[in-house]
């Protein structure tokens, strides 16, 4: 079992920054591509940015591209969305994944473990 642990949500004003962290914890020795979810009541969880084990593969969703930034410290089993240039339909809770499947993780069915979410609410 792999557990994951975000942190890092709360409350932003629009144009501002936030950084989540996920941190794994259990089978950490997998090579697990690694991805941001966020999901708002009534829709689908939708892919926001992922990330191959070894990082050299990024995938944004086109809503969030030239915004976020996703990156990983595998030494510390520790990954991080940064949050730039917020807006309030980045309003969500995110959710931290992770897919030993699929080095190009998309979408919530390639998903093994999912962290338990945190708030990110962006303020106008």
Do not use: H
């Amino acid at each position: 079992q792999v557990q994951l642990v975000e942190s890092g949500g709360g409350l932003v004003q629009a144009g501002g920054s936030l950084r989540l962290s996920c941190a794994a914890s259990g089978r950490t020795f997998s090579r697990y591509a690694m991805g941001w979810f966020r999901q708002v009541p009534g829709k689908e969880r939708e892919i926001v940015a992922a990330i191959s084990w070894a990082g050299g593969i990024t995938y944004y969703a086109g809503s969030v591209k030239g915004r976020f930034t996703i990156s990983r410290d595998n030494a510390k089993n520790t990954n991080f969305l940064q949050m730039n240039s917020l807006k309030p339909e980045d309003t969500a809770v995110y959710f931290c994944a992770a897919a030993a499947g699929t080095a190009t993780l998309r979408r919530s069915g390639d998903v093994d473990y999912w962290g338990k979410g945190t708030l990110v609410t962006v303020s106008s």
